[in-house]
């Protein structure tokens, strides 16, 4: 999320213990047997427990992926907002949308899955009563004729917006349009042929389904994605959080279901500045911030599904695993990037004049240091894959670590005073992700790497004195030694 609003972390303030143990979007007790009194239902209906899969199921999402992986080489990156929205809302947020949506910059809006509230019962239709009272659309407690609490289940709908990524207007590369949504689209019908296990690993959150009619275009594409990638966990190129807002502040949310709550420490006392009920805030908003390079790491993790059974389990699901054939290609990709930039480094050195030498600076600005950028921060992730945190030694790690912080800080000191925001916000998520307390230097170096070389492309960019950029390149090289050791 960006710089230049309040970020709340809840992972400092919020323990599960405090919030009263209910299933997700409930108020009746984790564990419960309940019916729902569902209302009419939009057919046909997709259960994701009775998926069939053709055949040749693989070879489609294979081809798939390759026209993913063209679009990333070919044409600009688009990130895409998610804003969920509680039913019933009594309160409405501060604001109809968060800072996130560029409304100027969108590409392609529509709504995503969305689900009716309804009350609940017991097993045998009995009345069941709710651990507290649910406020309805009017902001009054709900509660049964005897004055107990309803036992109920939050709805919701979600809104979807895709839309020029940060940083990228000037790139030379192409529009994705219509491109991306055709292969959304794609996405979505594939979606609907998975292996039944595959499909309920992904749904973890609808076990019930959701209709096929009203869920049978691109968004659905989307949806996955982000269902996917709060089941991740941080440090993982899928793994996105999700926030409350008001305004310009962005609190985080704690939880893997479809309600997660706000920190208990900061809310459970009067005069929230966000409305929520029992920590569930009335609306929410989550980002990814490349759809092709999401959808890529998605296709590689269904595939891979397949052979992995005990996906089905609900447990939190272990970061993507590392494709070494992706790893190769990369490899080949950044070669010739960097022969590139090598010839343009003679073209500048050789060039007469300080406007000739300007114009090929800004030549590599625009034609080469997007893409640059975008296949070494790929090429960081890959290399994170590849290596556990237990191959890693930690005293090198540690001094990895140490020489980072200084770039850094380095980095920090040098960088203009007109730097780019998104530099700025870099260099504090970096500085943010090296101090986190608690955690083994392994673990920092492999969260902060992918960081690196963004940050590294804006001091070429801006031509100073590069001391992350050398920070990278050895990190690189040492993390290259320890993935080219290990049996692929």
């Avoid at 947020?93 to 949506?101: F, K, L």
């Avoid at 069941?128 to 309805?136: A, H, R, S």
């Avoid at 673990?443 to 050398?470: F, N, Q, R």
Wanted: net charge negative; charged share 25%; proline share 8%.
């Amino acid at each position: 999320m960006p710089s230049t609003l309040t970020l709340l972390k809840a992972a400092d303030l919020f323990r599960e213990e405090d919030w009263p143990a209910c299933e997700d979007g409930t108020n009746v007790a984790a564990g419960a047997l309940f019916r729902e009194e569902f209302g009419s239902r939009v057919l046909p209906w997709y259960n994701p427990a009775e998926g069939r899969a053709p055949r040749n199921w693989r070879d489609k999402w294979t081809t798939l992926r390759s026209r993913f992986e063209r679009l990333i080489d070919e044409c600009r990156p688009q990130e895409c907002v998610l804003v969920q929205r509680r039913i019933p809302a009594y309160a409405p947020s501060s604001s109809e949308y968060p800072m996130h949506v560029h409304e100027r910059d969108v590409i392609w809006s529509g709504g995503g899955l969305s689900r009716e509230p309804a009350r609940l019962s017991m097993p045998d239709w009995q009345p069941l009563t709710g651990l507290f009272p649910l406020k309805g659309a009017q902001g009054h407690p709900m509660l049964s004729e005897e004055g107990k609490p309803l036992a109920f289940r939050f709805g919701l709908w979600r809104q979807l917006f895709v839309q020029e990524g940060q940083g990228f207007s000037s790139d030379a590369r192409l529009r994705p349009v219509p491109r991306l949504t055709e292969l959304m689209g794609d996405g979505t019908s594939l979606l609907y042929e998975l292996p039944a296990q595959i499909a309920v690993s992904i749904w973890r959150n609808w076990p019930s389904g959701f209709s096929r009619k009203c869920n049978s275009g691109a968004s659905l594409w989307l949806d996955a994605l982000f269902e996917l990638s709060w089941q991740h966990q941080p440090g993982s190129p899928l793994h996105t959080d999700r926030f409350a807002w008001v305004e310009n502040c962005f609190t985080q949310l704690m939880g893997k279901g479809l309600f997660p709550q706000l920190p208990y420490a900061l809310y459970s006392r009067p005069g929230s500045p966000v409305p929520h009920e029992n920590g569930h805030p009335m609306a929410y908003c989550a980002k990814l911030s490349d759809v092709a390079r999401a959808s890529v790491v998605v296709i590689d993790e269904i595939l891979e599904r397949e052979r992995t059974p005990e996906d089905d389990k609900r447990q939190p699901m272990p970061t993507h695993q590392f494709n070494p054939n992706r790893f190769r290609q990369v490899e080949e990709l950044l070669d010739i990037e960097y022969e590139k930039l090598h010839e343009f480094e003679k073209a500048i050195s050789l060039a007469d004049g300080i406007s000739a030498k300007i114009a090929l600076r800004q030549q590599i600005k625009r034609d080469l240091t997007p893409r640059l950028r975008r296949l070494e921060q790929e090429y960081a992730e890959l290399l994170v894959q590849g290596v556990p945190d237990a191959d890693i030694p930690e005293a090198q790690a540690q001094a990895f670590v140490t020489e980072v912080v200084r770039a850094v800080a380095k980095a920090d000191e040098l960088k203009p005073s007109g730097a780019p925001q998104e530099m700025v916000r870099l260099l504090a998520e970096i500085r943010d992700k090296l101090n986190e307390p608690g955690k083994s230097a392994s673990g920092k170096l492999k969260v902060s790497l992918p960081i690196i070389p963004l940050i590294s492309s804006y001091e070429m960019e801006l031509d100073t004195e590069g001391v992350l950029t050398a920070a990278w390149r050895k990190a690189r090289d040492f993390f290259k030694g320890l993935v080219e050791s290990r049996p692929q």
